[in-house]
């Protein structure tokens, strides 16, 4: 059904250009997501035909974001699958998702284009101010995922696309803006340092103290020693990565939740080519979340569904947390699991439950109710829900029963599906996990 609607939006796509639309200057160099597409062969003609129409460079804002709007529809039904199927149809969706994005704000920056009995003029005034426009790109798919940071770690949190119009542009000064939903005035001494990347190459590096906090849910991160920024016709991506400093018991730095790059400033900017002053320029469209955490869980499957009972192996790894006075390692304490049972038969009499396999008697039940099997582990002993520092972790073993026949069971546990809290460290309640796919404990017809 998916495939289906995907082919019926090209084909609506290639209807829709063929009637007579707003000029917009485009750029055609997307040639990263291309080059991954390339691979799949059945698609080509499809890829290709929404080349041509973006070539011929007749776009409509309102069509556009209609869809945009579909295009997000389609990805949230996708977002979970992994099948090889579906990743194709991702790597599309993310596709025609570029070209969309990068159309609308091109149309953005041509204010002047007036339509008038079908024909499309421009004043020259507005002309001669867009020659001094610096415009984003496209966002690309690098951050689509939450991130959970350890503390002493080095992670890039941001990475933007650009180009500049008519000539290249020289930025003398770039200022990150954080935000987030709790009190960030002890940021500076979670992040220990901030780099600027044009591309892979390092442009500029920051301790904390360039770190200014605005007020309790806003800070910003200024990169003003620039030399080599530079942001060309064609497509040129900026990063953001930080170093994250130790957190523990007695360290001022403090855990620092669902934080993220709400805004991004370009300031000093000068045409290369004329040497013309060009207005500051500001990025607005936010970014993913990310959290600043002493303490991270790896999970790994031990046992899927081809055995009797599914295993999960859960294991705790804390960063560099100088503890003060305290000879313990910091200890997680799970709060709850939540498993995918899409495709799963629905079936009231299956009963799922689950246990560390240290003490099989001491369990939570669950019926399944709808797509997603959730567990209160805080309803177990406290010694079988909480994980020190060690190198094997927790067994953590699912029962299911009332099945019969004609039963299917399909479980997956999504990227972000367990909640923890570390134990006496401020700010280090409700915590979730964010791996880098979802774990596939497969499926098994009874």
Request: no cysteine; hydrophobic share 40%; net charge negative.
């Amino acid at each position: 059904m998916i495939m289906k609607k995907i082919i019926t939006l090209l084909l609506s796509f290639l209807f829709v250009f063929s009637q007579s639309w707003v000029h917009a200057n485009l750029e055609n160099d997307i040639s990263e997501s291309a080059e991954r597409l390339s691979i799949i062969t059945n698609w080509s003609k499809y890829i290709k035909a929404i080349d041509s129409l973006l070539e011929k460079k007749k776009e409509n804002e309102i069509f556009l974001n209609l869809l945009t709007n579909k295009l997000t529809s389609l990805e949230k039904k996708l977002k979970y699958r992994t099948d090889v199927r579906s990743k194709k149809l991702k790597l599309i969706l993310n596709y025609l998702t570029l070209k969309t994005s990068y159309t609308l704000a091109a149309l953005k920056s041509e204010q002047a284009i007036i339509i008038k009995d079908n024909e499309i003029t421009e004043d020259e005034k507005i002309i001669e101010e867009k020659e001094m426009t610096v415009y984003p790109g496209f966002s690309d798919s690098y951050n689509e995922e939450e991130k959970t940071l350890l503390a002493w770690e080095e992670v890039f949190i941001y990475k933007q696309s650009f180009s500049s119009l008519y000539e290249a542009s020289d930025v003398g000064k770039v200022i990150f803006y954080i935000s987030g939903p709790e009190d960030l005035t002890d940021i500076k001494s979670s992040i220990e340092t901030a780099t600027l990347y044009l591309e892979w190459s390092v442009i500029d590096s920051v301790w904390s103290s360039k770190l200014d906090i605005i007020s309790s849910t806003q800070a910003k991160i200024t990169f003003d020693n620039l030399n080599d920024f530079i942001i060309t016709q064609n497509i040129r991506q900026a990063r953001l990565k930080i170093k994250t400093a130790p957190i523990g018991r007695e360290k001022a730095g403090k855990t620092i939740k669902d934080i993220y790059v709400s805004k991004v400033w370009f300031d000093d900017v000068k045409g290369i080519s004329s040497g013309n002053d060009i207005a500051m320029y500001t990025v607005t469209e936010p970014w993913e979340l990310f959290s600043i955490v002493p303490g991270v869980l790896e999970v790994k499957v031990e046992q899927n569904l081809s055995s009797n009972i599914p295993e999960l192996n859960i294991r705790a790894m804390f960063g560099n947390n100088t503890i003060e006075n305290w000879n313990n390692s910091p200890t997680i304490e799970l709060e709850k699991l939540r498993l995918s049972t899409l495709w799963s038969s629905w079936d009231a009499d299956v009963v799922y439950s689950i246990y560390n396999s240290e003490s099989s008697s001491n369990r939570v039940v669950w019926v399944m109710s709808g797509d997603v099997l959730e567990f209160n582990m805080s309803a177990l002993l406290q010694t079988n829900r909480t994980l020190s520092n060690s190198t094997r972790g927790e067994d953590y073993k699912i029962v299911i029963a009332g099945t019969t026949s004609s039963t299917v069971i399909t479980l997956n546990l999504v990227k972000s599906w367990i909640d923890y809290t570390i134990l006496w460290i401020t700010w280090s309640e409700d915590l979730h996990i964010n791996m880098e796919d979802e774990l596939d404990l497969w499926s098994k017809s009874y």
